[in-house]
């Protein structure tokens, strides 16, 4: 059974995903995941503290955390478990990846559809990297014009044109500066 994490399989997905997000270990994770140990990647995702912070904030526990994992998970992913209405109609219908992709946009767009700005939601305190990546991709889905200037003499406009560059190339540009630090390490 494969398990997918924004379209990518098994537990690389799964480490990339956490570390994405900025969940503790999701560095270590990451770094097991490339080393290809899996057992390792899989115990470290149990240090995951999610657990920890609900507690920390008080107010609801880690059954509220499952169930709003399995609610979410339900709702947008009608192609595995049903449509909206809560019917079997589409679940198990063969549907290619786009248009699974297209209906989840669809349905997180709606869960979404109060915030103003295309930076609302985007925890500020990602790497950098992965802050514009997330941005800019937020900008595009929204289509609006991204204009940047690689030649700017302003290194951050420089560096955004650089991730808008792995954007377009179809490449992760926080994977692609740690597996080229990993590779003179």
Known sequence: MKNFVDGQ??????AQKEN??????GEFLDDEVAR??????VDGLADAPVFAVAAEA??????DVARGITDKMVRRNPHVFGDEAGQAGQAG?????T???ERWQQIK?????????PDEGVPPGLPALLYADKVLDRLHRAGRDVDLDP???????????LVEEARADGLDPEQALRDAVRRRT
């Open 20 to 25: 994405s997000l900025g969940i503790g270990g």
């Open 93 to 97: 219908q063969v549907q290619d990846a």
């Open 9 to 14: 399989a098994g537990a690389e997905g799964v």
């Open 58 to 63: 008080g107010g609801f526990d880690i059954d």
């Open 36 to 41: 290809e140990d899996v057992a390792v990647a």
């Open 109 to 117: 767009a709606a869960e979404k559809a109060h915030r103003t700005t």
């Open 99 to 101: 248009a699974v992709n």
């Open 151 to 161: 030649a700017s003499a302003d290194l951050g406009e420089r560096l955004l044109a």
